[in-house]
T-cell receptor, first 115, second 117 residues
Framework: AQKITQTQPGMFVQEKEAVTLDCTYDTSDQSYGLFWYKQPSSGEMIFLIYQGSYDEQNATEGRYSLNFQKARKSANLVISASQLGDSAMYFCAMTPNFGNEKLTFGTGTRLTIIP | EPEVTQTPSHQVTQMGQEVILRCVPISNHLYFYWYRQILGQKVEFLVSFYNNEISEKSEIFDDQFSVERPDGSNFTLKIRSTKLEDSAMYFC???????????????FGPGTRLTVL
């Protein structure tokens, strides 16, 4: 069984600063995918970034990057130059293989950006 | 950009009633999912569906739940006899166009908020 742990229930960050959201995972699978989703107050789930277990380089998507440390089983999300619109819940999730199977989610981190 | 759509956005029902939640996945996707999120809690997997059959289901997905793809575009979740504890946000997701790109990300619909009274 796969498990995701997010230990930061809430974070407050000053606008324009960088922020790191922590995620650790546990799995016995050799092949797996790691995902981050954003859930604004409106409720939808927005895909942000993906990292495959065999990817040697950290994934980046615009202001988002994923700090993947396989030996530590961590997949932290880094948001550079935070904006007010980044205020939301952020969920780390994983699948066996690289998708097309059930996503296991963490409990989420509520990020609040302070002007 | 293609997106997953869900209807209704909010459904209120009486305990014991049947509800059907509807989803239109992204048109070229092959894998479909339902998840739920009880208020303030994490997102939980319910069921995945591929090639017109259930590929995996969680222990939450008991006999009162069923899924169907009645035509080429819709994907539905039926709750036969709703309970108070079924009150939650229900998300539909889809993935997998059959063309491998290194990942098959699941894209979520906006959700249906189900309230059981």
């Amino acid at each position: 069984a796969q498990k995701i742990t997010q230990t930061q229930p809430g974070m407050f960050v000053q606008e324009k600063e960088a922020v790191t959201l922590d995620c650790t995972y546990d799995t016995s699978d050799q092949s797996y995918g790691l995902f981050w989703y954003k859930q604004p107050s409106s409720g939808e789930m927005i895909f942000l970034i993906y990292q495959g277990s065999y990817d040697e380089q950290n994934a980046t998507e615009g202001r988002y990057s994923l700090n993947f440390q396989k030996a530590r089983k961590s997949a932290n999300l880094v948001i550079s130059a935070s904006q007010l619109g980044d205020s939301a819940m952020y969920f780390c999730a994983m699948t066996p293989n690289f998708g097309n199977e059930k996503l296991t989610f963490g409990t989420g981190t509520r990020l609040t950006i302070i002007p | 950009e293609p997106e997953v759509t869900q209807t209704p956005s909010h459904q209120v029902t009486q305990m014991g009633q049947e509800v059907i939640l509807r989803c239109v996945p992204i048109s070229n996707h092959l894998y479909f999912y339902w998840y739920r999120q009880i208020l303030g809690q994490k997102v939980e997997f319910l069921v995945s569906f591929y090639n017109n059959e259930i590929s995996e289901k969680s222990e939450i997905f008991d006999d009162q739940f069923s899924v169907e793809r009645p035509d080429g575009s819709n994907f539905t979740l039926k709750i036969r006899s709703t309970k108070l504890e079924d009150s939650a946000m229900y998300f539909c997701a889809s993935s997998g166009s059959g063309v491998w790109s290194g990942t098959d990300t699941q894209y979520f619909g906006p959700g249906t908020r189900l309230t059981v009274l």
